[in-house]
Nanobody, 126 residues
């Protein structure tokens, strides 16, 4: 079992930056690196979309085209914490951002994820 808690959302103007965090609590200790982690977002009236994933410790990353070059996914394996650094934010980045996990060697934004957090709101104004 994995519990995920996101934080760091807020309101910023276009061009600004935010850093999201996701703290993972695992029933089995020292297994964090066996999980593939991801960030997803959902804007009002739209379907949820994958933003970025990270796996194999931090050896592998995958980004949606819409955020490449602006967002950076990373993690601290010692702290069981996932991050999403978001720069050059645009109004279209507005939405609820969710952290997710799946026990797998690799994952992509289209993969199935088993565990989900409650989300943190990001609002970007023009």
């Amino acid at each position: 079992q994995v519990q995920l808690v996101e934080s760091g959302g807020g309101s910023v103007q276009a061009g600004g930056s935010l850093r999201l965090s996701c703290a993972a609590s695992l029933t089995q200790h020292n297994t964090y690196t066996r999980y593939c982690m991801g960030w997803f977002r959902q804007a009002p009236g739209k379907e949820r979309e994958g933003v970025a994933t990270i796996y194999r410790g931090s050896a592998g990353t995958h980004y949606a085209d819409s955020v490449k070059g602006r967002f950076t996914i990373s993690q601290d394996n010692d702290k069981n914490t996932l991050y999403l650094e978001m720069d050059s934010l645009k109004p279209e980045d507005t939405g609820m951002y969710y952290c997710a996990a799946v026990r797998a060697p690799a994952c992509y934004t289209t993969s199935y994820f088993s565990y989900w957090g409650q989300g943190t709101q990001v609002t970007v104004s023009s």
